[in-house]
């Protein structure tokens, strides 16, 4: 053993205090930082922006009930054609004041504030871990993508450690050189002891729900997310309008920017059967629970593993790298060719004609994936392991 390995373990063995720098907090991220607050040892900060406009995520509006510590500052994000340019005010006056051992940090590097963070972590000493999904709205290979990747190259290896969503974004992060041994994979994940705790009482409101959506006999399909662009609920709503109307269902759940636009395209495709339910949190699972198939006709990723914990086999593309990990065409769900409507049309009457038996064997190996690997729990493991090294 070392001596910097020795200080490390016996400095986090008495107390050692980890901020985390986190761009907004999201419902869903909630329970994971409450978790992560409650390790022996670890004192929890969380630093995080606020959000003010309309954009399809909805966040923690009173983050004075949270029961971790955190400071809220005040954030703005510009969009510059295919950048988002984000900047966190007062955040390394947060961090002087916090005095952390250990930073961890959401590695968007479009957020100017982060370079700050991860440099005054160099500079002060402090150990720096960076969690990533690693997913880029820039086309691979498009003059954007080139440039930002020699900013990523830079971004990346200031941290000590990286811990990356899924198997894809390990290796994309390998492609800029940085070496395997700081990479470690924590899959993304959802909390699931409320839904293991409430399962029948789920499935019972999945039932009735289902009754009153007029959807009993027909394939229902899902999709739950926010109404933005980048979502294409616009591909899904085409897709749909070629399946056999009276065998089918759609249901979208979720808000956003979009909203309007997709359901005046539902009606300019004389869409039959499909219902807009608008934003829904604390009772969403029974919308998952009521489905035969989620579908993600564009970028997302925690939806497809809420959906999985139900047995409801996933149709997807490429989302934010996740899906590599959990949708497995023909046995966990389908995949289809990005953007494609062709592709997504096919998938969708492959599962239209998919035997009940069939997809609730495929739902069942979903559904293990979930309790096995990709929650919350498994995430706070990670984390620890990380943070004792």
């Not at 150990?127 to 290979?141: D, F, G, K």
């Not at 894809?168 to 492609?175: D, F, L, P, T, V």
């Amino acid at each position: 053993m070392n001596g910097n390995t020795g200080v490390s373990r016996l400095r986090y063995y008495k107390m050692t205090h980890v901020v985390f720098a986190f761009n907004k907090i999201t419902h869903y991220r909630v329970s994971f930082f409450e978790k992560l607050s409650n390790i022996d040892n670890v004192e929890l900060t969380v630093i995080h922006g606020s959000e003010k406009t309309e954009v399809g995520r909805p966040t923690v509006e009173d983050v004075s009930s949270l029961r971790f510590a955190n400071i809220c500052l005040k954030s703005w994000e510009v969009k510059l054609h295919s950048f988002t340019i984000g900047y966190q005010a007062g955040v390394l006056r947060a961090l002087r004041k916090c005095k952390p051992d250990t930073v961890i940090m959401l590695a968007i590097c479009g957020t100017i504030s982060n370079w700050f963070i991860a440099i005054w972590s160099r500079l002060k000493g402090k150990r720096l871990i960076m969690w990533t999904c690693n997913w880029e709205p820039q086309v691979e290979n498009s003059i954007a993508y080139i440039i930002k990747k020699q900013f990523l190259k830079v971004y990346f290896k200031m941290a000590d450690c990286i811990l990356v969503y899924s198997s894809k974004a390990r290796q994309s992060i390998m492609q800029l050189g940085i070496k395997p041994d700081k990479i470690r994979i924590c899959y993304n994940g959802i909390e699931t002891d409320h839904m293991i705790r409430n399962e029948s009482t789920v499935q019972g409101k999945a039932v009735e729900l289902r009754a009153k959506g007029n959807s009993r006999n027909r394939t229902m399909f899902l999709y739950v997310g926010g109404m933005l662009q980048e979502k294409r609920v616009d591909l899904l709503l085409r897709a749909f309008k070629n399946l056999p109307q009276d065998k089918v269902s759609l249901w979208l759940v979720g808000d956003g920017p979009a909203m309007r636009e997709y359901q005046n395209l539902s009606q300019e495709l004389s869409l039959k059967n499909v219902k807009f339910w608008g934003r829904i949190i604390e009772n969403v699972d029974q919308f998952f629970a009521a489905a035969d198939f989620f579908v993600l006709p564009g970028v997302g990723g925690l939806a497809l593993n809420q959906a999985m914990f139900w047995e409801v086999p996933c149709i997807v593309s490429e989302a934010d790298g996740t899906e590599e990990d959990l949708v497995v065409h023909g046995a966990t769900g389908y995949r289809f060719q990005k953007d494609s409507l062709e592709s997504l049309t096919s998938c969708m009457q492959m599962a239209l004609y998919t035997k009940s038996e069939e997809r609730q064997e495929m739902g069942q190996r979903a559904r293990n994936l979930i309790l096995e690997r990709s929650n919350v729990n498994e995430m706070v493991r990670t984390f620890e392991s990380v943070l004792r090294a």
